[in-house]
């Protein structure tokens, strides 16, 4: 399954790296016991079952089954496959391994993101030089200088100046050999009306470039500094830049924001300098678009806490509003059996005072009130609340307006005690019957947006009602990876002969053909194996800590060998066996009878073993 990386390195690398370390830095891990646990990033959840054994170097979901060493988490987490993970944590961890041959395909197009990523670095130097060398780049600067930034902002953001003209960029890219083409894949360039050339896509603008969570450059945005619009220009989507997953700044904030635990998100470049200006530079910006299920997602890696803030002004309200309704429905999307998440994520909207913009408040009243107003935020519902409020009055009409407003937002909350709070919180705002309120909601039962059923990410869930039977044979694998000093009288008795889930049978077979000798070598056999549900019930199995000894051991597996021998003494086998002669199934019953002498014969040798030990 490695492909073409070599085994010692894999093992290399998993030897170099812990687990911990890596999940830690996605997931808020709290010490419990021998373990680390944290909310699930894979499925939807308020109370932690996502799990992490440091000994073990495995992590097990125990309620969407998810799980595997940590290979597995890098590519769950990542979306990639397992050639991918290996480098990701290779580079980590500092392993060189050797290149690997790539389809032509994968060549052609790696080779043109490379391209495009050099071209992006190149560019941004080219208007960086032009801003802070070039005598065309002194008003820029000098702009910059009155909006208050500082030199030091300028040079952190690396920020440049495209000068007026049509080719100035393309001149200089020619020079060094790139060619128009190239250029206009990376939208730096557009091409003429009428197949005449190319010519440059910023003129004459403040440069700010786009990087991606590793620093790379993805694309660019442009700002005029008079009146012309559009105010801001921005790079097309390319090879290298999908809108939907670039936070602005994130590759400068995220060490910050996991330290803080929280994030501001503010809407321009500007905003975004401002707050690092001010020392706070737990900050992204989201360049004018509604959040995205992507960007949610990116940010949770790094922070529990959002604050989205806005100016004051009517546009910002009304982006707010847009911006909540869309995070609401990513929110349904991504998590979906989870549409209120607001303590979860604990997200704030954060709206400045009148006339206010995050520099011009951070000017005038300092980052102390800054903050302060971040702490006094409301969440979600609360903003939706105050806005209804303060828009439709307390009228019997305006509350009549107030309550159905909300009634969709109320309704799409699946947790009952949360719901109430907000039902009474309401309630106490507007000065209604409660009752009132859930009688509407009732009427109106169907939520904005249906939540799927709470579908189980993977196949492998163990959180599900397990039968006794199963809960048994679990058990059995449970013992086989903690205390494989056992597994010499497993294969003795055929203990797994006796399992009667396949899933559980083959994971009792993988251990048995791996040999495991101690508790200490299950990180190799789990690296050995498959991504799948396989993998993913061996983890979950191995994830739990019995004080297992021999003899407790023995009893366990004569209490099981005996109950399956009543089952299949009982009536289930011979009605099946009945059955089929009704039905002159003869292979059926040749079948069953065969099953049915195997397993006496397997009883009579169980027997006596079980006496010899006595
Ligand atoms: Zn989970």
Known sequence: MAGHIPEDKITEIRQAV???????????????????????????????????????????????????????????????????????????????????????????????????????????DYFRQTLLHQSAGKPALDYLARRGLTRQSIEQFELGYAPKGWDHLLGYMARKKFSAGVLEKAGLVIPRRGGGGHYDRFRDRIIFPIHDEVARVVGFGGRVMDDSTPKYLNSPETLVYTKRRVLYGLNRAKDACRSAGSVFIVEGYLDLIALHQHGIPHAV??????????????????????VLVYDSDEAGIRSARRC??????????????????????????????????????????????????????????????????????????????????????????????????????????????????????KTHAAPMTAPGPGVPVSGASVSQPVAA????????????????????????????????????????????????????????LLARIEEGTLKQTLVALAMSDENWTRKGCRAFLRRFVESRQKQVDGRSMQAAIEAAEREHNEAEVMRLLSEKQKLAVRREKQKMSALREK
């Open 324 to 441: 909540i309704d869309l995070f609401w429905k990513e929110h349904v999307d991504f998590r979906r059996d989870d549409v209120f998440r607001e303590e979860r994520a604990d997200t704030r909207i954060l709206v400045l005072p009148e006339g206010h913009d995050p520099d011009s408040f951070l000017n005038a009243q300092g980052v102390d009130a800054f903050r302060r107003l971040a702490q006094s935020a409301p969440g979600v519902i609360t903003f939706v609340m105050n806005q209804a409020v303060l828009h439709h009055g307390l009228s019997t009409e305006g509350k009549i307006r107030v309550v159905a407003e909300l009634q969709p937002y109320l309704a799409a909350i699946n947790d009952t005690v949360a719901r109430a709070l907000y039902v009474k919180q309401l309630a106490e705002r507007i000065r209604l019957e409660e009752s009132v309120i859930l009688d509407r909601l």
């Open 285 to 306: 910006a989201t360049l004018g678009t509604a959040l995205t299920a992507e960007q949610i997602r990116l940010l949770t890696r790094y922070a529990g806490r959002m």
């Open 469 to 524: 039977d199963e809960r048994f044979e679990q058990r059995i694998i449970a013992m086989m990876l903690q205390f494989p000093e056992i597994l010499p009288e497993i294969v003795k008795n055929g203990i797994t002969d006796f399992f009667l889930y396949a899933h559980l049978k083959s994971a009792g077979e993988t251990i048995l053909r791996h040999r495991l000798r101690s508790p200490d070598q299950l990180p190799e």
């Open 18 to 124: 812990d687990i911990v370390d890596v999940i830690a830095e996605s997931v808020l891990l709290k010490k419990s016991g021998k373990n680390f646990s944290g909310l699930c990033p894979f499925h939807s959840e308020k109370t932690p079952s996502f799990t992490v054994s440091p000994d073990k170097q495995i992590f097990h979901c125990f309620g969407c089954g998810a799980g595997g060493n940590v290979f597995s988490f890098v590519m769950k987490r990542d979306g990639v496959g397992f050639a991918d993970a290996v480098r990701n944590l290779a580079a980590r961890a500092g392993v060189a391994i050797p290149e690997r041959p790539l389809s032509s395909r994968a060549v052609r197009q790696s080779s043109e993101q490379s391209t495009l990523f050099e071209l992006n670095r190149l560019a941004a």
